[in-house]
Antibody, heavy 112, light 113 residues
């Protein structure tokens, strides 16, 4: 069955770069898109960006200057990198396949 | 960017009642090419990841009970949950998938009295 699993550091220092990995199984990255969505504690969902089956990307307008999404199809992995982190970037980060398969999410706290 | 305005922000109902959640987009989500509305609804139960309930405004995802009904066109959409059950306790979000960047509504918290 389709599975997506996020991994990465739970704690990031302010101004540093966040690097997350989404490892997928049962799901072809060359046939399907993967999105990243985040959710600050107690708040709503925020769409961050997409990497399509062909490798093209689109980003949230407010984040695009800091955000990069890439992939390694041979490893079935999708990567998120976001720089200049601030405390307001504290959130659960989800990867989702086509928006109908979701990972469990990874909590990232930005704090010194 | 398309702005999604969702209401109410919260509501509390008794089991068996019918619930209506509204979602309004700042521009039409209706494709002139295929006459489909690119609006999705998600359910997020406490402590869980979101789950896609409905896409293209009214198409239920596989396995979603038929008491969840999506309707609307253009800029105004509704999620109706008939005969609410205790397991429907959750936050509900609309999202436009008409154009990038995709955008979510602010969410509706459904509580069961």
């Amino acid at each position: 069955q389709v599975q997506l699993k996020e991994s990465g550091p739970g704690l990031v220092q302010p101004s540093e770069t966040l690097s997350l990995t989404c490892t997928v199984s049962g799901f072809s990255l060359t046939s399907n898109s993967v999105h990243w969505v985040r959710q600050p504690p107690g708040k709503g969902l925020e769409w961050m960006g997409i990497i399509r089956s062909g490798g093209s990307t689109d980003y949230n307008s407010a984040l695009k200057s800091r955000l990069s999404i890439s992939r390694d199809t041979s490893k079935s992995q999708v990567f998120l990198k976001m720089n200049s982190l601030q405390t307001e970037d504290t959130a659960i980060y989800y990867c989702t396949g086509r928006l109908d398969y979701w990972g469990q999410g990874v909590m990232v706290t930005v704090s010194s | 960017d398309i702005v999604m305005t969702q209401s109410p922000s919260s509501l509390a109902v008794s089991a068996g009642e019918t619930v209506t959640i509204n979602c309004k987009s700042s521009q039409s989500l209706l494709s002139s090419g295929n006459q489909k509305n690119y609006l999705a609804w998600y359910q997020q139960k406490p402590g869980q990841s979101p789950k896609l309930l409905i896409y293209l405004a009214s198409t239920r995802e596989s396995g979603v009970p038929d008491r969840f009904i999506g309707s609307g066109s253009g800029t105004d959409f509704t999620l109706t949950i008939s005969s609410v059950q205790a397991e429907d306790l959750a936050d509900y979000y609309c999202q436009q998938h008409y154009s990038y960047p995709l955008t979510f509504g602010s969410g509706t918290k459904l509580e069961i009295k």
